[in-house]
């Protein structure tokens, strides 16, 4: 099982880069992806017990801009 560290390198192989906001990478497409959405993509697999509490961190952000965004477009408030 691969580590943190070598998962994201593998992502980076992959021609991942990591964005400026932290725990968020850009995919060869040009998307923008939380770390752990975009290894799930990759179908890349890691250690779990690696987790850092940054990434902890940035999963509850990147999970809070989704809900935030789909409750404005369900409540017809998008500006």
Wanted: glycine residues 6%; charged residues 45%; without cysteine.
């Amino acid at each position: 099982m691969r580590t943190r560290q070598q998962a994201s390198k593998e992502l980076e192989k992959r021609g991942y880069k990591k964005d400026d906001e932290p725990g968020i990478w850009m995919s060869p497409e040009g998307a923008r992806l939380a770390w752990f959405l975009a290894l799930k993509k990759e179908d890349i697999e890691f250690d779990s017990k690696t987790w850092s509490a940054e990434i902890t961190r940035a999963k509850y952000e990147w999970n809070e801009k989704k809900r935030k965004a789909k409750l404005k477009l369900k409540n017809g408030t998008v500006k």
